[in-house]
């Protein structure tokens, strides 16, 4: 399959709650996923990235990077994980999740539960209220730096696709509307389109 269509699709997943309904292991037939922090609790992506210390130092413990593809900012030695790529040392996760997709050369990529909102003005992640997370009535998330960066990737990889699933809330971006290959899909007709 490689250079065919399905390594030409990647869907990154955020944390935000738009993607809940979203069933994951139906997405795998259709592409590549990379998923961030916590999401290795429950479900397996292809690629895993964390860069928050202490949910990075647990995942390299817990044994789950000698078992499949995860990166990290600082890997710590004979743990299995995978250095951050230097230009992208500083950035968040979901961020770095979508660079890393582009340059494995993913020429379609869909971000899930990039929903830059908080739910009635409070924190918006599907595990909040659990370990290494915020509380979920905690006030929202600065989104600006993920703004930024994502905005930077798209820059990069000026031939890559990136589509922005919405759901309810999900928040528009002007900078990212004003980009030539940025494109949004509500999350219903993503659902349809991919039957997950």
Not at 30 to 54: E, K, M, Q, S, W
Not at 63 to 70: A, M, T
Not at 147 to 167: A, C, S, W
């Amino acid at each position: 399959l490689q250079g065919g269509f399905f390594m030409s699709m990647a869907f990154v997943l955020g944390n935000g709650v738009s993607r809940k309904s979203v069933n994951l292991e139906h997405l795998r037939i259709h592409g590549t996923i990379y998923g961030c922090n916590a999401l290795y609790r429950d479900f397996t992506p292809d690629v895993l990235i964390a860069t928050d210390r202490p949910i990075s130092e647990q995942i390299q413990h817990s044994g789950y990077p000698l078992k499949n593809k995860f990166y990290t900012r600082k890997p710590l030695e004979g743990l299995g994980a995978n250095r951050v790529p230097d230009q992208y040392w500083g950035y968040s996760s979901g961020p770095l999740a979508a660079a890393i997709a582009a340059a494995d050369q993913h020429m379609n990529i869909y971000l899930l539960g990039f929903d830059m909102a908080g739910i009635n003005n409070r924190f918006n992640n599907l595990y909040a209220d659990s370990e290494f997370y915020k509380r979920s009535g905690a006030n929202p998330t600065y989104t600006g730096n993920w703004e930024r960066q994502l905005l930077k990737v798209m820059q990069d990889y000026p031939h890559t696709n990136f589509i922005r699933v919405h759901g309810a809330i999900t928040a528009d971006v002007p900078e990212f509307l004003k980009h030539p290959r940025h494109s949004r899909l509500n999350i219903a007709e993503f659902q349809s389109q991919f039957g997950v």
